[in-house]
């Protein structure tokens, strides 16, 4: 069964302008994680999503949005980009929506964001 | 304060050496999951335990619900063991978590 895959790996960005990142799940996986990684702040969770609704939100600016689409697959967004943006942006899915991470989740490789 | 705490942060140990990494929570959880990063970004799941020991090949985790605390285990290290290991603990809604900081471990051949 194949992974967790994410597009694309890795990406530069200007200032001011907008990223979509792509992650598609596991195959029978219905929901999906997006977090935020850099050196000073670790792992923070981004949102999260199951049957095309998010269901929670990490505590982040508006700029930052996403999706969920009905094959699973999600996005998600950053507008106005600035330069604290640059980070290791990883996604995770999982068999399904639970209480207390009662599942195991399998992350993707990460997009590489730089924002110049 | 953090909810997960980890020690130590950094590790170096020589090639086949007993590793033992720590994990302390605050938050009430019903399991708790260890997590392994390589440089280059990827994160594999290692453990998803809710009492007692798991054991996968030459890494072993152990929790202690009541003491909140867990420890991951590497046996006979190797340098192909060499990453960063991230203990995280559940939220109570969804698949979001508390994260620890990581402990980077080196092995040394």
């Known amino acids: 069964k194949a992974g967790v895959t994410q597009t694309p790996r890795y990406l530069i960005k200007t200032r001011g302008q907008q990223v979509t990142l792509s992650c598609s799940p596991i195959?029978?996986?219905?929901?999906v994680s997006w977090y935020q990684q850099t050196p000073g702040q670790g792992l923070q969770f981004l949102f999260e999503?199951?049957?095309?609704?998010?269901?929670n939100k990490g505590n982040f600016p508006g700029r930052f949005s996403g999706r969920q689409f009905s094959n699973s697959r999600s996005e998600m967004n950053v507008s106005t980009l600035e330069l604290g943006d640059s980070a290791l942006y990883l996604c995770?899915?999982?068999?399904?929506?639970?209480?207390?991470?009662?599942?195991?989740?399998?992350f993707g490789p990460g997009t590489r964001l730089t924002v110049t | 304060k953090n909810e997960v705490e980890q020690s130590p942060q950094n590790l170096t140990a020589q090639e086949g050496e007993f590793i033992t990494i720590n994990c302390s929570y605050s938050?009430?959880?019903?399991?708790l999951h260890w997590l392994q990063q390589h440089p280059g970004g990827g994160i594999v799941s290692l453990f998803m335990?809710?009492?007692g020991k798991k054991k996968h090949g030459r890494l072993i985790a152990t929790i202690n619900i009541q003491e909140k605390h867990s420890s991951l285990h590497i046996t006979a290290s190797h340098p192909r063991d060499s990453a960063v290991y991230i203990c995280?603990?559940?939220?109570?809604?969804?698949?979001?978590?508390?994260f620890g900081t990581g402990t980077s471990l080196t092995v040394i051949p």
């Open positions: 195959s029978g996986h219905r929901s």
């Open positions: 335990l809710s009492s």
């Open positions: 999503y199951f049957s095309e609704t998010q269901r």
């Open positions: 938050v009430g959880i019903s399991a």
């Open positions: 995770a899915s999982s068999l399904n929506y639970g209480t207390s991470g009662s599942y195991e989740q399998y």
């Open positions: 995280a603990a559940p939220r109570d809604t969804g698949n979001q978590f508390y």
